[in-house]
């Protein structure tokens, strides 16, 4: 009964973490990534004009430019569209690959897996079962605290239980992503020419375009 109970919450919290934008926490982190990425921008500018008028005096503003363009990756890597780091850092791997390779990775993926070596396979496999357990611990989680109802000690394992899930969900998910973007990087390049696509050189917007419009099947 718990493993089902557990099995349930986990799957729910699977879903939350990884649902399209919507409500205001979704508009919160947007709102917050919008403003680092502006001081990111202006920093950029500043330390450009710096670098023309005295290069030998603009190496602090361009330190400051890099450090705000790590504090707005630290929110996300592109603009959110979900309400929680785990499923931003995912949909980021698709906006990334789409942006840069015109690749449509929903469409690309079980395809791309299927030419991927074995070691990269395990390798994406490790990543994803971490968050399966990071999920499997949230509904532990979830689970303690619906027992603390009837024992109030219990809501304190719940709360550090769920943060923990929380945190590691978050950094399972980037590493996830890190792969997913990597096998495209690396694999890409291979699975345009296993279906039939010439290309001489690493993949470019042309053939993951090309790539795109022959998966999706005139879609």
């Not at 361009?62 to 363009?69: C, N, T, V, Y």
């Not at 840069?100 to 690309?108: K, V």
Request: hydrophobic share 50%; glycine share 8%; charged share 20%.
């Amino acid at each position: 009964m718990l493993g089902i109970l557990d099995h349930t919450l986990g799957s729910l919290f699977r879903r939350v973490w990884f649902a399209p934008a919507r409500g205001p926490l979704a508009r919160r982190r947007a709102r917050r990534w919008d403003a680092a990425d502006r001081l990111f921008r202006d920093a950029t500018v500043v330390a450009g004009r710096a670098q023309l008028a005295d290069p030998d005096t603009a190496a602090g503003l361009i330190r400051q430019a890099e450090e705000r363009a790590a504090a707005r990756n630290a929110l996300g890597l592109v603009r959110p569209t979900t309400p929680f780091a785990a499923g931003d850092r995912m949909a980021a791997a698709d906006r990334r690959v789409l942006d840069h390779y015109g690749l449509d990775l929903s469409s690309a993926w079980p395809r791309l897996w299927l030419v991927l070596p074995e070691h990269t396979r395990r390798a994406v496999q490790a990543a994803n079962d971490a968050v399966a357990a990071a999920q499997r611990l949230a509904g532990w989680a979830a689970a303690y605290l619906l027992l603390a109802l009837l024992w109030w000690p219990a809501a304190l394992i719940g709360v550090v239980t769920l943060t923990v899930a929380w945190r590691r969900a978050a950094s399972a998910a980037g590493t996830l992503g890190d792969l997913v973007e990597a096998a495209v990087d690396v694999h890409g390049r291979t699975l345009a020419r296993t279906l039939g696509l010439r290309t001489a050189g690493p993949l470019d917007r042309e053939t993951g375009a090309a790539v795109t419009s022959l998966l999706r099947k005139g879609v």
